[in-house]
């Protein structure tokens, strides 16, 4: 894959893994869009990067994802990368009574709202001689944490659906491929992000974009960065030692 010269959509782009692989697209001579539901996110964001296209937007919300999808048509014709990186994550206690609490945008945003973004822009990709749409999903989606078990869910889920979606685009000129970090030291989940993981060594964001980066241009369908190979290859036999604490 060429990294130089498209177009490219971040969602959840202002903070975290989403903004280091936003700044380092722009290095590579890459317009690049962030959309996310916070405005001073997405103002610190620019910032620290001026030449960035911010847009207010969340995924979740059906009007505020279609007016996304419209105006990327109008003002940015030329989309040719997508990439799924939203995401929230919770601790549950299924033995408590507070278990439900905020389980349907956690759903939502990790999986139902890649879904529906993906099926609103590929008339837009499809118009591109060659496009991607990289779907950020975790090594937690191969071999859970128990105390954020929703969240882990949600990942399986989506790379169970990259892999159907990558099939029925295989005759197209766009690619799917899966982005699979590893622990990395984010905002994701704030107070709520699984005791185990958060007790892991963390990759920062920067040395995962750049990592993850090089493995697209190489062309792989599946980005596997850091401890989420060994996740991906042994899977639920680590469960017992990942939730040991």
Known sequence: MDLTANTALITGG???IGFALARQLLERGNRVIICGRSEDALQRAKALAPTLITRICDVADPESRRALVTWLN???PG??????NAGVQYRRDFTAATALQHLDQEVSTNLTAPIHL???VLPLLRQQPRAWIVNVSSGLAFSPMADVPVYCATKAALHSFTLSLRHQLRATGIR???MVPPIVGTGLGSGDRSEGTSRQQMMSPEDFAAEALAKLENDLDEILVGMAANTRKHGEALFDRMNSH
Do not use: C, K, P
Not at 79 to 84: F, T, Y
């Open 14 to 16: 202002a903070t975290g």
């Open 74 to 76: 109008d003002a940015h």
């Open 79 to 84: 989309l040719n990368i997508v990439v799924n």
């Open 118 to 120: 993906i099926g609103e």
């Open 176 to 178: 799917v491929v899966e």
